[in-house]
Nanobody, 122 residues
Framework: QVQLVESGGGLVQAGGSLRLSCAAS????????MGWYRQAPGKQRELVAI???????NYADSVKGRFTISRDNAKNTVYLQMNNLKPEDTAVYYC????????????????WGKGTLVTVSS
């Protein structure tokens, strides 16, 4: 059974840094893209950053220049380096695997992690 497990969240002061990791485990043939989303209290979940298998990236405007997404395809792991954190970055951060195929003949499915809390104090 495929699982995504996030780690690296925590409490940090404004201006600080955190590095999130997300490892996908189980039977995995391929993953199209991996990404990070976040959901702040009372708000909808939003895309933070995404990286394709070819390592093409896309970022939300609010994090451009501060966050960097990277991926280790051999380990089925995605990272999010977050620098110059702001209180408005406070949220639960979720990892997503887009169109993950367990076998070469499988249809791709989306998987989500359970989330890791990032709290930025002012």
């Amino acid at each position: 059974q495929v699982q995504l497990v996030e780690s690296g969240g925590g409490l940090v002061q404004a201006g600080g840094s955190l590095r999130l990791s997300c490892a996908a485990s189980g039977r995995i043939w391929s993953i199209n893209a991996m990404g990070w989303y976040r959901q702040a209290p009372g708000k909808q979940r939003e895309l933070v950053a995404i990286i394709t298998s070819a390592e093409s990236t896309n970022y939300a405007d609010s994090v451009k220049g501060r966050f960097t997404i990277s991926r280790d395809n051999a380990k089925n792991t995605v990272y999010l380096q977050m620098n110059n954190l702001k209180p408005e970055d406070t949220a639960v951060y979720y990892c997503n695997a887009d169109r993950l195929r367990e076998r070469i003949t499988s249809a791709g499915m989306d998987y989500w992690g359970k989330g890791t809390l990032v709290t930025v104090s002012s």
